[in-house]
């Protein structure tokens, strides 16, 4: 059995979680009375730890937020799992302001930390190369309003320079915040267009004070993982296309980016609909499908491709010879055979 001050710190660790606590539970983990567990309860808090109770069948024990910082008990792993995602964190720098105090945190933890944790971490450390950010940067103060608002249901009002380079001006009922390949971006209801829409969060400029308060929403579509990964798949999308691919439809969905539509034609057909910037790179990635496919509009996509497919058929023509064997292997470059795998799916970026 543990003895009081052992006790003490397990039961304040468990508290931590945030759930509440039936004292049975609490007993059963800790290996003593639920008597015990009451007694313990309250040495906590007449150390200054806010544990709250709550009454009835389905009651039981939760520590509050309380006017300082209580000590953070994590077990080997979160130990490791925090340490890593500081430095990260840290060195990555896609949100501006909370470098200096990653790396403080980081000294403060891996001083506390054991011997075998911290070859752990200093072995990952010594292996992880993480690349810098590359791309806009948003200030954690305006993450941080934007969350506030989210969590307090007021609207937000903010200045929006849109893909296209227009401005406006706007309010939303805002919702949730999403982080997608070094960005950030919150998905709101729209008030004038009276619609789900999705903002990238360094193209916002918050005005204060906020709006009124609103009543929250159910996440569009009833899915808002799906809702988010159609968005930012075609959201700026100027050349969009139905493209009929004579390949499987599970064939098709592993080479496109997540959310873009995909229509089974039986076993060996589908239809899919996609996009690009420009009619130009929509005919270079629809030859990544690496499968015969067939589109007939829009008239510039057509004349794209058809380019393209002329081009590829003059770098081929008869009497032209290429440098290198087949089995050559320019300097510095691994054969196929040693590359790990890649992925199969064309960078359709909206970005």
């Not at 609207?155 to 997608?180: G, M, Q, T």
């Not at 799906?226 to 969009?240: D, E, S």
């Not at 270079?284 to 007939?296: I, P, R």
Request: proline share 8%; aromatic share 6%.
């Amino acid at each position: 059995m543990l003895d009081r001050a052992q006790r003490l710190l397990r039961l304040l660790s468990l508290l931590q979680t945030p759930r509440d606590w039936t004292g049975p539970e609490l007993a059963e983990r800790l290996g003593v009375t639920a008597r015990t567990v009451r007694n313990d309860v309250e040495r906590l808090r007449g150390l200054g730890y806010p544990v709250h109770g709550i009454r009835g069948v389905a009651g039981g024990y939760r520590l509050g937020a309380g006017a300082e910082l209580p000590p953070l008990l994590l077990d080997d792993d979160e130990a490791v799992a925090v340490a890593v995602g500081l430095r990260v964190g840290a060195a990555q720098g896609a949100i501006t302001g909370i470098e200096e105090a990653a790396l403080r945190a980081l000294a403060k933890l891996e001083q506390m930390l054991p011997s075998r944790l911290r070859r752990r971490v200093n072995g990952l450390h010594a292996y992880l190369v993480p690349l810098p950010h590359v791309g806009p940067t948003v200030d954690a103060d305006t993450l941080t309003a934007i969350a506030a608002a989210s969590r307090y249901h007021e609207r937000l009002r903010f200045d929006y320079v849109s893909h296209d380079e227009s401005s406006s001006r706007r309010e939303i009922e805002p919702h949730r915040l999403a982080h997608n390949r070094g960005r950030w971006y919150l998905v709101g209801w729209d008030v004038a267009q009276s619609d789900w829409r999705t903002f990238r969060v360094d193209r916002m400029r918050l005005r204060t004070p906020n709006g009124p308060r609103f009543t929250s929403r159910e996440n569009p579509s009833g899915d808002l993982v799906g809702y988010i990964a159609t968005g930012l798949a075609t959201a700026t999308w100027k050349c969009r296309t139905q493209v009929t691919v004579r390949a499987p439809a599970e064939h098709v969905r592993n080479r496109l980016p997540p959310g873009i539509t995909v229509e089974p034609l039986g076993d060996n057909a589908c239809v899919a609909e996609v996009g690009s910037n420009t009619p130009q790179m929509l005919a270079s990635y629809l030859g990544m499908l690496d499968a015969d496919f067939e589109v007939t509009e829009p008239p510039e996509l057509v004349a794209a491709i058809r380019a393209l497919a002329d081009r590829y058929r003059q770098a081929v023509s008869e009497g032209t010879a290429c440098s290198a064997s087949p089995d050559s292997t320019p300097p510095g470059i691994e054969s196929s055979a040693d590359q790990p795998d890649q992925p199969d799916e064309p960078v359709w970026s909206p970005h």
